[in-house]
């Protein structure tokens, strides 16, 4: 049979990163510059993580700066990647995401997220409680925080806004708990790739097994998470990536600092077992010039079918940063092709 092929729809997933030397402030105001220009250059989609305790991410509060970003930009879609359900009560996340949906119609995206998005201590802080913290919890708040928005099955509590004010309702993951969960309810899913790469197609492959059609969607669509530093070239490229990895070395070892420059990260001396961890973490990712982004995120896309790329850029300076989604827009983007 001839083979088909699709243009591929991206999007960005951004940590407002809190650079050295600079403030939480100058981060957030990086990232509203950020999505003003994605727009512009025609991204699908723009979603900010929740992540807390970490000195070098600033999105802590997702409803927030998706509020913020929403009054500085006009079409593109905004959303969480994610809003980590474990700290929060699902009244709480369908009133915020209920006001959004109203005030933006048609431009909000829920991304719900498992796991707490911290350490334990922290997540505690957050919820007061240890209950809702497990695993076992998820479906249920999950199903909870649906019914505020639709009220199928009446209560004595009215999300307002919130009911019938649906966002549009994604499940995240880096496993394969909540890409079968999404199939089960129908719902889209979006895998985290640029963290947990050695997962992500038997995840895809137990989503799509375990799809059934739903009000929301008839087929499976998948969105996948990527590491993506494109550059004038491969050595340049390289040289941007380097803070994050550092980042991400520290954070794993428990000592998150903001994120270093490329000297800083270039100096760092590195064990030999801190750069096989760093090695593990770069495979299956994008880094380099916009023909080697090009050839790695088609073998991305051929491996793994998916629907939409999300690319998430995490380098020292805006305008590398900025510099880094405009390569790909304008050189990249158009090559991009899977099978179907």
């Known amino acids: 049979m001839a083979r088909r092929v699709i243009n591929v729809p991206l999007a960005v ?15 957030l105001r990086h990232t509203t510059e ?51 359900l474990p700290n929060h009560a699902p009244l709480v996340v369908a009133e915020q995401f209920g006001t959004l949906e109203a005030l933006h119609p048609g431009r909000i995206d829920l991304g719900i997220g498992r796991a707490p998005g911290t350490d334990q201590v922290t997540a505690l802080a957050l919820r007061r409680t240890m209950e809702g913290l497990s695993a076992e919890g998820f479906p249920r708040e999950l199903a909870d925080l649906m019914n505020y928005f639709s009220g199928e099955q009446p209560g004595p509590i009215t999300a307002t806004p919130g009911r019938g004010e649906q966002p549009a309702i994604w ?29 992500t197609l038997p995840a895809l492959a137990l989503y799509r097994q375990s799809f059934r059609p739903s009000r929301w969607l008839e087929k499976p669509y998948a969105m996948v998470a990527v590491n993506a530093v494109c550059a004038e070239t491969d ?43 760093v090695a593990q973490r770069r495979e299956g990712q994008a880094t380099g010039s916009t023909e080697t982004v090009r050839r790695q995120l088609t073998d991305l896309l051929e491996r793994t079918g998916a629907d ?8 020292y300076d805006i305008d590398d940063r900025v510099r880094s989604y405009q390569l790909i827009a304008e050189q990249v983007a158009g090559g991009l092709r899977r099978s179907a």
């Not at 708990?177 to 895998?191: C, K, M, R, V, Y």
């Not at 939409?308 to 380098?315: A, D, I, K």
Request: glycine share 8%; no cysteine.
């Open 13 to 27: 997933l951004d940590l407002a990163p809190v650079a050295a030397g600079t403030t939480a402030g100058d981060a």
């Open 34 to 84: 950020l999505a003003r220009r994605t727009e512009e250059l025609g991204y699908h989609r723009f979603w900010v993580a929740e992540h807390h305790n970490m000195p070098a991410i600033a999105s802590s509060a997702p409803a927030v700066l998706l509020a913020h970003l929403a009054a500085h930009t006009s079409r593109i879609r905004l959303g969480s990647g994610g809003v980590m």
């Open 171 to 199: 499940l995240l993951g880096s496993s394969g708990f909540s890409a079968q969960l999404a199939g089960l309810l129908g719902l889209p899913f979006s895998f985290a790739h640029h963290f947990s790469a050695q997962h």
């Open 308 to 315: 939409e790329l999300m690319l998430t850029t995490l380098v």
């Open 235 to 277: 050595e340049r490229a390289e040289w941007l990536a380097g803070p994050a990895a550092l980042s991400f070395l520290k954070l794993r070892s428990g000592r998150p600092e903001p994120l270093a420059t490329p000297e800083e990260a270039a100096a760092y001396p590195y064990t030999d077992l801190e750069r096989e961890f």
